[in-house]
């Protein structure tokens, strides 16, 4: 039986751990990572509309930073915290992916 026991995984629920075979499927998945709160990421893919700040600009939190069209409907992406624009890394016009990293905040 100790041979066997490289083929399970431990998992974790309610405080409980449990040995558990894994499909092919969950192995391939993609991992989970905690987000970096200075990275705006898309949260839809679209199209970017109109860029509405510059490098070294500083934004409080609530202002619209950017414009994204998702299927014919205009999406503002507002600054969560007061910070500083770091860098952008998309263009006007450009078509992005979800989870695409649009600007970085110092």
Same mark, same amino acid.
């Given at each position: 039986?100790?041979?066997?026991?490289? @083929?399970?995984?431990?998992?974790?629920?309610?405080?409980?751990?449990? =040995?558990? =075979?894994?499909?092919? *499927?969950?192995? +391939?998945?993609?991992?989970?990572? *905690?987000?970096?709160?200075?990275?705006?990421?898309?949260?839809?893919?679209?199209?970017?509309?109109?860029? +509405?700040?510059?490098?070294?600009?500083?934004? *409080?939190?609530?202002?619209? =930073? +950017?414009? =994204?069209?998702?299927? *014919?409907?205009?999406? @503002?992406?507002?600054?969560?915290?007061?910070?500083?624009?770091?860098?952008?890394?998309?263009?006007?016009?450009?078509?992005?992916?979800?989870?695409?990293?649009?600007? +970085?905040?110092?």
């Amino acid at each position: 039986m100790e041979e066997n026991n490289s @083929k399970y995984q431990v998992f974790v629920v309610n405080s409980g751990m449990y =040995l558990s =075979l894994s499909t092919k *499927k969950y192995d +391939l998945r993609k991992k989970w990572h *905690k987000s970096d709160p200075k990275e705006i990421r898309s949260i839809i893919p679209g199209s970017v509309i109109e860029i +509405l700040v510059t490098v070294g600009q500083k934004v *409080k939190a609530g202002e619209v =930073l +950017l414009i =994204l069209d998702s299927m *014919k409907m205009y999406t @503002k992406i507002e600054m969560p915290y007061d910070g500083i624009i770091k860098s952008i890394h998309i263009s006007q016009g450009d078509r992005i992916p979800k989870n695409t990293v649009m600007l +970085l905040i110092e």
